[in-house]
């Protein structure tokens, strides 16, 4: 047997790690901005930072097994809207906390077992499916608030969103707890192996005796409940419940969730790319400001340090024949 | 079989539902597009367009948006007992095609008068051209476009806006300090003419105060909450924060609660919302330039109805413009 030495070992570490890129330029950026602006490690700078991470993590999470599967969900930015709303109005007319989250996660089981259900049963192209729901969703906002948010909240409601434990808040515990039951099931569970199986080969994994539709509608379920949760919790912070929340959610989710390494064919994918994508969206927009770029010049910048992110990723990939 | 009718009954539904979101008028109440040329006879044909009640279309930038409702309440508490028809139109995000899209439905309908707030006001002027070739009066509230395009403008007079809100902050501050401004993008023309007219004159009356960072929220109160800490964090020795759109002074305040900086940082915000006010009385911000939409909608109405009488109407109304801080709270509330 060949003795791999510290060159072998280097080697395989930078094959492995598939993220590689994105933790590189967000190690290079971190520097930099600490370099220039010593408040970067700040605390509340950090909790920031992490907090705006969560909220997307939260629903990349989900996202993540959606993607794996071969399939696509825009409607996450809405349902959060409309959960989120359903919650607040609940809590106003005096309902008990845990009535209102059930309410918004309800509503969230619901939208996505009719966004599965279309997509699995009617096969309608999942695009066009959580696109209607995005309408949808966007349309009972506006229909349910008159596009007034939902305001002020009760207290109860409030500490939900916006309390803390040693610290920090509920959000960044909430998304790490789902993230570790998250990749835990990926990786170690039936579950877990069936959502990869029907990415990679549909027809395979449904020979293989996989209840393909049942995995597949439970993946938009999780998501649009996700989308819900992170709604529910941004009312929370907020003390009002808004119409706009969660606009363009769904498409700096998918964003966070491919530049994490999801395939958008499905059968690859982490959680813990996800967490890198999540967080390479937030922390730019956080470097860029303590950086004092300009905000004439911040989408310029965002755009070409994503490209170079994932495009490092790929060159490693090419280098090391990972296809 | 009982599958498929279970589906097809869902689809219906969530069809009608989505009709419904649209916010547009049905088939049945859409006009057909005015013939005009073949009419036989012009003046027997105004006499009886006189006679019918008019028709208004207010396109408005923001369904979801409450400053935009209390228009809608002015243009409709206008119309009311007149037999004039307000529809009430338009995109639920920010999307000018969509409202440049609604003006030509509107003006396919023969509508009387259209209402609108053309936020870049370049894209509107083609359509609006159309519009008044067809003898559609045009009122601009909010934001303008060149006097030749439209009827008349009714809203708050940029500079006037822009010059009184930085003179008010001025004077707060004692005339010194570091500022940082919140807008909702930076290609949103009202907001950015009132930034830059308050800007010019502190540098001519308030040379101390200099603007920082000019940042954009999106009007998203979770995106202000996130830019104010990072401001906070990048700006130290920051002394207000002066928020140009409504949905930001309740994402700063939040932030600056959670910081404990609630005293150290000085918070003017925009319009007369209900969290805006509740912020002032709970001392979390100091004040808010309040625009009356309210007045725009209402007198946006009355001057298509001047006009379609054959009346005449001013190019240009200010609709004006009021601080509210914790000292006239109650009498503004009292006053609504």
């Not at chain 1, 997509?119 to 349910?144: E, F, R, S």
């Amino acid at each position: 047997m060949k003795q791999r030495g510290k060159k072998g070992r280097l080697r395989m570490a930078v094959e492995r790690f598939d993220q590689l890129g994105i933790v590189l330029v967000l190690a290079v950026l971190v520097l930099v901005a600490s370099i220039s602006n010593s408040t970067f490690y700040s605390a509340d700078n950090l909790i920031n930072v992490l907090r705006s991470t969560s909220f997307i993590f939260l629903i990349g999470i989900a996202v993540t097994y959606v993607l794996i599967t071969g399939g696509l969900d825009l409607s996450v930015g809405r349902v959060m809207a409309m959960a989120g709303i359903l919650s607040a109005m609940a809590a106003q007319r005096g309902m008990p906390l845990l009535l209102c989250v059930g309410a918004g996660l309800l509503f969230g089981f619901v939208v996505g077992l009719v966004n599965g259900f279309l997509i699995v049963k009617q096969n309608i192209p999942a695009l066009i499916v959580t696109l209607g729901m995005m309408y949808i969703c966007d349309g009972l906002v506006l229909i349910v608030t008159m596009g007034s948010p939902v305001y002020p909240l009760p207290d109860s409601f409030k500490a939900l969103g916006q309390g803390t434990v040693w610290g920090i808040p509920n959000v960044i515990w909430i998304a790490l707890a789902l993230a570790l039951l998250g990749a835990f099931v990926l990786k170690y569970t039936r579950y877990g192996r069936e959502v990869y199986s029907i990415g990679g080969n549909r027809e395979t994994a449904r020979l293989a005796g996989i209840h393909v539709g049942r995995v597949q509608i439970s993946v938009y379920v999780l998501s649009a409940m996700a989308a819900a949760m992170a709604g529910i919790l941004m009312a929370g912070r907020l003390n009002s419940a808004q119409p706009s929340s969660g606009n363009g959610y769904e498409l700096t989710v998918v964003a966070a969730v491919i530049i994490g390494g999801t395939s958008m064919f499905g059968g690859a994918g982490s959680i813990l790319g996800t967490l890198f994508g999540s967080l390479l969206m937030m922390v730019i927009e956080n470097v860029l400001l303590l950086l004092k770029i300009s905000a004439y010049w911040q989408k310029l910048v965002v755009g070409i340090i994503i490209i170079f992110a994932v495009g490092l990723d790929q060159l490693r990939r090419k280098r090391y024949g990972l296809g | 079989m009982k599958k498929k009718q279970i589906v097809a009954g869902f689809l219906t539904a969530v069809m009608a539902l989505g009709m419904v979101g649209c916010g547009s008028r049905s088939a049945e109440e859409a006009k057909q597009p005015e013939a005009g040329t073949e009419a036989p006879a012009k003046e027997a044909e105004e006499a009886a367009e006189q006679d019918e009640p008019l028709e208004i279309t207010f396109v408005t930038p923001l369904l979801g948006n409450p400053v935009w409702l209390a228009a809608k309440q002015g243009a409709e508490d206008a119309a009311a007992g007149s037999g004039i028809t307000v529809n009430w139109v338009g995109p639920g995000d920010i999307d000018m095609d969509e409202q440049v899209r609604q003006i030509e439905l509107a003006i396919a309908e023969g509508v009387d008068g259209i209402i609108c707030c053309p936020l870049s006001p370049s894209i509107f002027e083609t359509v609006y051209q159309k519009a008044q070739e067809r003898g559609i009066v045009v009122i601009n509230t909010a934001v303008d476009t060149a006097e030749d395009t439209r009827t008349a403008f009714i809203g708050t007079d940029y500079v006037n806006f822009g010059e009184q809100a930085a003179r008010n902050l001025a004077e707060k501050l004692g005339g010194k300090g570091e500022v940082a401004c919140l807008v909702t993008s930076l290609d949103t023309e009202n907001q950015m003419a009132e930034l830059e007219a308050g800007k010019a004159l502190w540098e001519k009356e308030y040379p101390d105060i200099k603007i920082v960072v000019t940042e954009t929220s999106n009007s998203d109160t979770a995106q202000a909450a996130n830019k104010t800490s990072a401001i906070l964090d990048t700006y130290p020795e920051l002394d207000a924060i002066w928020c140009l759109e409504s949905t930001s002074p309740l994402g700063v305040a939040q932030t600056l609660t959670e910081r404990g900086m609630l005293d150290q940082i000085c918070v003017l915000g925009i319009d007369d919302t209900e969290d805006v006010l509740d912020l002032i009385g709970q001392d979390k911000i100091w004040g808010t330039m309040t625009q009356n939409f309210y007045k725009m909608g209402y007198e946006a109405v009355k001057m298509i109805e001047t006009v379609k009488n054959g009346g005449t109407t001013e190019s240009v109304q200010d609709s004006g413009t009021t601080l509210v801080t914790k000292d006239n709270l109650e009498a503004y509330k009292n006053g609504m």
